[in-house]
């Protein structure tokens, strides 16, 4: 993922263990905590957010209508204690939609949703 690509959904399935709507943010390379960095990353949360609470998400699919919502960050690694506040911060404020937000660390080698999702997914 590019965080300068803040109007692209990276992967959207369903999360076979919580049947929630899973929104996958994928961030290569390294944590910075950087202004430059934490802005392109709330910009992009906030447009996945959008995506899913302004009635796009619904409209696009239909099938995901009326689901719970998860977020999630797939990273090849952990991010810094800056974006980890953010996160923290942004995880507080979604939860009163119940919408989830995780962050996944990537084992070298090792694909999320993201790539080759499988059943549910309508990512390609």
């Known amino acids: 993922m590019s965080l300068e690509r803040t109007n692209v959904i990276d992967a959207l399935g369903i999360d076979e263990g919580t049947g929630r709507v899973l929104l996958v943010m994928r961030h290569e390379g390294a944590w910075e905590g950087s202004a430059g960095q934490l802005y392109l990353l709330q910009e992009k949360l906030n447009a996945y957010l959008s995506f899913a ?14 689901r719970a919502i998860g977020v999630r960050i797939e ?31 990537l084992e070298a080698g090792e694909e999320g949703p993201g790539h080759g999702c499988g059943g549910g997914c309508h990512c390609h």
């Open 53 to 66: 609470l302004d009635g796009e998400m619904a409209e696009a699919y239909p099938d995901f209508a009326g």
């Open 75 to 105: 990273s090849g690694s952990a991010p810094d204690a800056r974006t980890l506040h953010l996160l923290t911060h942004v995880r507080q404020q979604i939860e009163f939609q119940d919408i989830t937000l995780d962050v996944r660390v």
